[in-house]
Nanobody, 130 residues
């Protein structure tokens, strides 16, 4: 499976972007999916995840109410709708997926590290600036 992100760019504070992550294979029903971001000079941060042991869709506190993760199972695309963008949202955003069998019997709740996932995209840059 290859993951290709798109949709990043320059946006003013308060603006919106929709990131897409196209998967080359079917990933919806058997995988947990995440969006992870890495801001300049900082470590990776889990933004949102679906299918982990948390159940439902998890969002990092700073993006709750502003970001929405969704997926189109027919097209094998994962989305991240980002509204009310803030300067602090500037980062490279990566999508990542992991087969649920990898954490069978383990209450994995999503993570920010590349080695926790089976597949990791190349990233798309989001810049929030006036």
């Amino acid at each position: 499976v290859q993951l290709v992100e798109s949709g990043g760019g320059l946006v003013q504070p308060g603006g919106s972007l929709r990131l897409s992550c196209a998967a080359s294979g079917r990933i919806y029903s058997d995988y947990a999916m995440s969006w992870v971001r890495q801001a300049p000079g900082k470590g990776p941060e889990l933004v949102s995840s679906f299918g982990s042991g948390r159940g439902g869709t998890h969002y990092e506190d700073s993006v709750k109410g502003r970001f929405t993760m969704s997926a189109d199972s027919a097209k094998n695309i994962i989305y991240l709708q980002m509204n009310s963008l803030e300067h602090e949202d500037k980062a490279v955003y990566y999508c990542a997926v992991v087969h649920l069998g990898r954490y069978h019997g383990i209450n994995w709740v999503g993570g920010s590290q590349k080695d926790e996932y089976d597949y990791w995209g190349q990233g798309t840059l989001v810049i929030v600036s006036s």
